[in-house]
T-cell receptor, first 117, second 115 residues
């Protein structure tokens, strides 16, 4: 079974600074997708970024980028130029391709990010 | 209305009550999901529907009963719940859960408290 581990329950960053959130996963599959979701206090879970395992190039979305290390099974999220609106819970998630007809996402326990002035 | 909506946003019920959670997606998606989010635990997938057919049931107790009358609506019927069922219940939808790149979009959730 796949597992996703986020070892940082809480992180803090100053506005305009850069922060990196860690995520590791365990799988025996060679092809899969990895996701970072953001859940602000309003609780609407929002997709931040997605990475396809067969692509070596790290995904980027504006101020958000990932460091995907397939051999190490590591998928960290870097947030540059942090803004107050980035404060939220961040969840790392895994989806394998050998799951039959179900789109089964496996989530980590989340990292709460605080952004300070 | 856009995206995925859920009603009610908050619900308090006794253990003997019967209530239902409603989810509606306005994205033209074919798959819908129920998740349970408890404090300090990973999101737990409860049910998956694809084209109105249930394709996943993750050993959820029978006191939770899903219903998907069409591809835009998903219900979660609740009866005889326990206090440990108190949690945030999230609904999600996606275009086609058979595709590897399929991405799920979430609703705001229903905060359920069982007394």
């Amino acid at each position: 079974a796949q597992t996703v581990t986020q070892s940082q329950p809480e992180m803090s960053v100053q506005e305009a600074e850069t922060v990196t959130l860690s995520c590791t996963y365990d799988t025996s599959e060679s092809d899969y997708y990895l996701f970072w979701y953001k859940q602000p206090p309003s609780r609407q879970m929002i997709l931040v970024i997605r990475q396809e395992a067969y692509k070596q190039q790290n995904a980027t979305e504006n101020r958000f980028s990932v460091n995907f290390q397939k051999a190490a099974k590591s998928f960290s999220l870097k947030i540059s130029d942090s803004q107050l609106g980035d404060a939220a819970m961040y969840f790392c998630a895994y989806r394998g391709l050998n799951t039959g007809t179900a789109s089964k996402l496996t989530f980590g326990t989340g990292t709460r990010l605080q952004v300070t002035l | 209305e856009t995206g995925v909506t859920q009603t009610p946003r908050h619900l308090v019920m006794g253990m003997t009550n019967k209530k239902s959670l409603k989810c509606e997606q306005h994205l033209g998606h074919n798959a819908m999901y129920w998740y349970k989010q408890s404090a300090k635990k990973p999101l737990e997938l409860m049910f998956v529907y694809s084209l109105e057919e249930r394709v996943e049931n993750n050993s959820v107790p029978s006191r939770f009963s899903p219903e998907c009358p069409n591809s835009s609506h998903l219900f979660l019927h609740l009866h005889t719940l326990q206090p440990e069922d108190s949690a945030l219940y999230l609904c999600a939808s996606s275009q086609d859960n058979r595709r590897g790149a399929d991405t799920q979009y979430f609703g705001p959730g229903t905060r359920l408290t069982v007394l």
